[in-house]
């Protein structure tokens, strides 16, 4: 057996199968033989696909990636002849009859795919707990949640099955999970990894399509191997001046850096999550950036409203679409998703349309802010990860909530103010990403600081994140690399990843 598998990057296993060192097979053997072993404690992997990857192990392979295992995710990534479920019931037996282009791109890098991670239901959440399949754990700390929506992929990577696996950002689904996880979150500018051929753009643009990743190069090389528009895409967003991989070579030079701490909506942040930024601003610093209290003049509730009010709409499509497609019925659905879907129905077209519009106002508001600076610094989340089952709806919301679907009040609801109520509570823990989102900017979340959020337990990683103009993933990818070179976060692993001393029933 290769044992030091989970020791290697993904180019470093791919280096290793080049040279002939190890063979593809052997390495996708070490990564079933990891994967048997933590997933008793993590639940990461929702559907294995063990008998195609070693189909396909065994032939010869071609690209960056050539024999690299690999893991995609639950939604969008749809795998020709494999159900994706997107996390819910009522698509347990659906099964597409072709690749997502993304997935045709990662199998044209070389990549093995032996599996697919857990998400949320439709991806709706920043934890990764659904009835299908239960609740995904964090490596760092099997009582915490790896967030979501990219729960699995995160928990995967963090513990060593794969050095990289398939994720999406629609608000914030790469970046907080990354911040949970110890790992590299690189989202993509709106355009750059194209969501075809089914989706022209998802959520109205807001969600990009990558991978999170223990190392920067792993994510760099992953987006030359990504980028680029498909047939029949909505547009092309102009192509990098050199592709990404080299970005890696070249120092960033003296950024311009903006940031705050303060949470848009007006929400606590944990001393945690506050430490992490300033620790970042130190280390930026002593490498030559100059680095200083500022933001863009966006109001953070208006924003929050907008992005919620797309999350509704795009709930009520998604069931319509499961109905349409799968005969799927009301008790296949989650409940707090049928109340969202509930909501989405309600809103007019000219509300949506009016909302929508909107988006470009913090565009504007972003843009006139990266005239003065390079990057925008922020906490990538507001509080540690809640504990397993925290966040679950109280018995009394529940029976209310059941009422509501049952009286049909949706409209009612929007005219009480519950989209701000809903903004206050479902994203006081993660306010700061959904700027990227609806300015389809690139961002990142890189993992610079660790504390114990518990007297006696462990320390667990906190991103921070970095916003740059729309298209210039090229400074991001500069700065990371830099980073990862003043502070090797990759050696760090967490306490529950080296062996399954604890499992989780």
Not at 418 to 431: G, N, Y
Request: neutral net charge; contains cysteine.
């Amino acid at each position: 057996m290769f044992k030091e598998y989970a020791d290697y990057d993904a180019l470093g296993l791919a280096a290793l199968i080049a040279s002939g060192e190890v063979s593809t097979s052997e390495v996708l053997d070490a990564a079933l033989a990891r994967a048997a072993e933590m997933q008793p404690m993590l639940n990461a992997i929702c559907i294995p696909m063990t008998e195609i990857a070693r189909t396909r192990a065994a032939a010869p392979l071609k690209g960056p990636f050539a024999g690299v295992p690999f893991l995609i995710k639950d939604i969008a990534q749809d795998y020709a002849g494999v159900p994706t479920t997107a996390g819910s019931r009522a698509l347990r037996n659906w099964v597409p009859q072709r690749h997502a282009e993304i997935v045709e791109r990662f199998l044209r890098a070389g990549l093995v795919i032996f599996g697919k991670t857990a998400t949320p239901e439709f991806a709706l959440k920043a934890l990764t707990e659904t009835a299908l399949f239960g609740a995904t754990r964090n490596p760092w700390d099997l009582e915490r949640t790896p967030g979501g929506s990219s729960g699995g992929a995160a928990a995967a990577v963090a513990a060593g099955i794969v050095p990289i696996a398939g994720a999406s950002d629609g608000g914030g689904s790469i970046r907080i999970p990354a911040a949970y996880c110890g790992l590299f979150g690189l989202r993509p500018s709106r355009g750059r990894v194209p969501p075809g051929p089914s989706h022209g753009e998802f959520w109205d643009g807001a969600s990009s399509e990558h991978v999170l990743s223990r190392s920067v190069r792993d994510s760099a090389h992953m987006l030359d191997a990504l980028a680029g528009a498909d047939v029949g895409a909505p547009f092309r967003i102009a192509a990098p001046e050199r592709p990404f991989a080299e970005e890696l070579r070249r120092e960033p030079g003296r950024l311009r850096i903006g940031f705050s701490t303060r949470s848009p909506i007006d929400t606590p942040v944990a001393p945690e999550c506050v430490a992490a930024v300033e620790h970042a601003a130190r280390l930026l610093e002593s490498l030559g950036h100059h680095v200083e209290i500022a933001e863009p003049k966006v109001d953070g509730h208006a924003l929050a409203r907008c992005f919620l009010t797309m999350y509704f709409g795009q709930v009520a499509a998604n069931i319509a679409e499961a109905r349409a497609a799968a005969g799927a019925r009301d008790t296949d659905f989650e409940l707090d998703t049928r109340g969202l879907g509930m909501l989405g129905r309600a809103l007019s077209a000219g509300e949506y349309v009016e909302s929508r519009r909107r988006w470009n106002e913090f565009s504007r508001a972003l843009g006139a802010f990266h005239q003065r600076y390079d990057l925008l610094m922020l906490p990538s989340v507001a509080m540690p990860p809640s504990k397993i089952g925290e966040l679950e709806l109280p018995a009394g919301e529940q029976l209310a909530l059941k009422l509501a679907l049952r009286l049909g009040v949706g409209k009612l609801l929007l005219k009480s103010g519950i989209i701000d109520q809903f903004a206050q509570k479902s994203l006081q823990r993660v306010p700061f990403t959904q700027l990227s989102n609806l300015t389809g900017t690139p961002s990142m979340s890189v993992p610079l600081h660790y504390a114990a959020v518990e007297a006696g337990g462990p320390e667990l990683p906190f991103g921070v994140q970095f916003v740059a103009a729309h298209g210039e993933e090229g400074v991001l990818i500069r700065l990371a690399a830099q980073l990862e070179r003043a502070q090797a976060w990759a050696q760090r692993r967490p306490q529950y990843a080296g062996a399954a001393r604890t499992r989780v029933v």
